[in-house]
């Protein structure tokens, strides 16, 4: 296929090697505005915001991936294979399973469990372990100790439903997965498909240790600040 694609309607050199990518839209162009140095709209396909520009001086592109393997998996697959993008950071949220990690603080996910069925399509003769690229998590984790912000690195599950009446999700905290998010697991076996690199940051937004725990709107976007300057710290 060549480009613009099915999903993104930018020329190739509109988009950088480099793509942060944050769930929502809107998010998108909070960074491109905040951070982003002559940012441009590159693409509105169904609202998927995509702002290309440079962060002191090195050109990055944001652009969001909506909800769900299904979004993250369009989106990173025609990133990697069409726009020929090096690396995709994606920037979200999660909800924490960790005694030690609360609500704004940096889950780094090195690798990410699954419910869904993203990576059948590969066809692998067994259970394919999908992994961040060892050199973002690592200076992802050195840009969060320079930061002094709490953060941990370890395991995610990416979970197909939000809304999961079985209730298990916490069951995974007995392997010492950090939290849940909608995601990482897609995006990495599209970088392994690809050859290409991946890392996911999320900001924790809720607990299901501590239900009660919160923050506010203030401390919330302050907190998806620290995480953005890490993401944009590796560009
Ligand atoms: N579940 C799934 N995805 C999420 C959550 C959650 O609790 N919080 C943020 N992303």
């Avoid at 099915?6 to 990518?21: D, F």
């Avoid at 991936?65 to 994606?90: H, N, T």
């Avoid at 209730?167 to 076996?189: F, H, N, P, Q, R």
Wanted: charged share 20%; glycine share 8%.
């Amino acid at each position: 296929m060549a480009v613009p694609t099915a999903h993104i309607t930018a020329k190739k050199e509109e988009i950088a090697k480099t793509v942060l990518m944050p769930g929502d839209p809107k998010r998108s162009a909070f960074i491109a505005k905040n951070y982003l140095e002559n940012p441009v709209l590159v693409n509105d396909v169904r609202g998927v915001q995509g702002y290309t520009g440079t962060y002191k001086g090195k050109p990055v592109t944001v652009m969001a991936s909506g909800m769900g393997q299904p979004s993250i998996g369009i989106y990173s697959y025609e990133l990697f294979k069409f726009y020929d993008v090096d690396a995709i950071i994606r920037v979200g949220s999660c909800g924490s399973f960790h005694p030690d990690l609360h609500v704004r603080d940096i889950v780094i996910a090195m690798g990410a469990c699954t419910n869904g069925s993203f990576a059948n399509q590969f066809g692998m003769p067994g259970t394919f372990a999908p992994i961040a690229d060892f050199d973002l998590v690592r200076r992802a984790a050195e840009l969060c100790e320079a930061k002094g912000v709490n953060y941990k690195v370890g395991n995610i599950f990416s979970s197909d439903m939000f809304y999961n009446a079985a209730g298990t999700d916490i069951e995974w905290a007995k392997m010492g997965v950090l939290g849940v998010e909608m995601e990482s697991a897609a995006l990495y076996c599209n970088a392994a498909w690809t050859g290409k690199k991946a890392l996911c940051i999320c900001t924790v937004s809720d607990n299901f240790l501590c239900p009660e725990e919160n923050a506010t709107v203030e401390e919330r976007q302050n907190s998806f600040t620290d995480m953005m300057e890490v993401a944009l710290g590796l560009v």
